[in-house]
């Protein structure tokens, strides 16, 4: 089942920040984290594995809440270059099936 | 340069025709996958491989098989390809299945 991302799209000023949800109604092993650009290819941003662990990226940052199947990445004094579109993938189990949610357009304007 | 290669770019081809389209990496990883890319969708995954002769189905594997004889390569074939598998591809590939992924730089197929 595709995990379900919140906001479907956000429009920023340079600077702003701003918070991508994505939960899962299942139990997970880890969440993935990509950025798209419009006509490339998903680029990898952080993988966060079960342990609530926060990681960071630049000044993207994510959480992993193990207890609501439900990851938060986090844009900080946001940048142009962090406009594209966000995707989270979910794992119910270590090298299992990957399962992307449908993405969150960003749109960071100077 | 580490990379994962995707052949062709771009394919135009008819109902019914057979088609395969390569991907191959260069990094020795062990996983590999295959996603369709559709407005509204995000990514779909169709197959993954955790290991050569290992390969398992994904959310959409309906009208696609894949193989996986040697580490590098991971084809995609599509047996009798419908206008509904119109869309953008990805293969990707990851040293194990909980690692960063590198994405092809994606087929745009369309079934006419």
């Known amino acids: 089942q595709q995990p379900v991302q919140s906001p479907q799209a956000v429009i920023l000023r340079e600077g702003e920040d701003a918070v991508i949800n994505c939960s899962s109604s299942?139990?997970?092993?880890?969440v993935h984290w990509y950025r798209q650009k419009h006509g490339e290819a998903p680029v990898f941003l952080m993988i966060?594995?079960?342990?609530?662990e926060q990681k960071g990226h630049e000044k993207i940052s994510a959480s992993f809440n193990e207890k609501k199947q439900q990851s938060s990445l986090y844009l900080t004094a946001s940048q142009l270059s962090y406009s594209g579109t966000y995707f989270c993938g979910t794992e119910k189990a270590a090298g299992n099936k990957l399962t992307f949610g449908g993405g969150t357009r960003v749109l960071v304007k100077p | 340069e580490a990379q994962v290669t995707q052949n062709p770019r771009y394919l135009i081809t008819v109902t019914g025709k057979k088609l395969t389209v390569t991907c191959s990496q260069n990094m020795n990883h062990e996983y590999m996958s295959w996603y369709r890319q559709d407005p509204g969708l995000g990514l779909r995954q169709i197959y993954y491989s955790m290991n050569v002769e290992v390969t398992d189905k994904g959310d959409v594997p309906e009208g696609y098989k894949v193989s996986r004889k040697e580490k590098r390569n991971f084809p995609l074939i599509l047996e009798s390809p419908s206008p509904n598998q119109t869309s953008l591809y990805f293969c990707?590939?990851?040293?194990?299945?909980?690692?960063?992924?590198?994405f092809g730089q994606g087929t745009r197929l369309t079934v006419v």
């Open positions: 299942k139990a997970l092993y880890s």
């Open positions: 990707a590939s990851s040293l194990w299945g909980y690692t960063e992924a590198f």
């Open positions: 966060l594995l079960k342990g609530g």
